[in-house]
Nanobody, 128 residues
Framework: QAQLVESGGGLVQAGGSLRLSCVAS????????MGWFRQAPGKEREFVAS????????YYGDSVKGRFAISRDNAKNTVYLQMNSLKAEDTAVYYC?????????????????????WGQGTQVTVSS
């Protein structure tokens, strides 16, 4: 079972940048497809980005395309989310998640129930 710990959240002004990190325990990180989601108060959890286990295929939610970038370092058991040109509407708790499925289903990567393990989340607040 993987344990995921996010870090890097904080308070930033609109237009600024942050980089989130998510470190996974265990020796099987390279076998997981990984995702980032976010949840604002009173809203459903929203897909942000995903990356295949090998790191060469990524998908993004429409609201973050062109501004956010997901990457991973399997040697460090870490997945990153680089967030640029931040907006007030990006304010949320950001969660990383791991998918044990050996098949990377592009039609499913945005679905919360596709993922097996979740971190505790890190707060990102963007002031306007």
């Amino acid at each position: 079972q993987a344990q995921l710990v996010e870090s890097g959240g904080g308070l930033v002004q609109a237009g600024g940048s942050l980089r989130l990190s998510c470190v996974a325990s265990g020796r099987t990180f390279s076998s997981y497809n990984m995702g980032w989601f976010r949840q604002a108060p009173g809203k459903e959890r929203e897909f942000v980005a995903s990356i295949v286990r090998t790191g060469d295929v990524t998908y993004y939610g429409d609201s973050v395309k062109g501004r956010f970038a997901i990457s991973r370092d399997n040697a460090k058991n870490t997945v990153y989310l680089q967030m640029n040109s931040l907006k007030a509407e990006d304010t949320a708790v950001y969660y990383c998640a791991a998918d044990r499925n050996t098949f990377y289903n592009s039609a499913r990567v945005s679905h919360v129930d596709e993922y097996d393990y979740w971190g505790q989340g890190t707060q990102v607040t963007v002031s306007s």
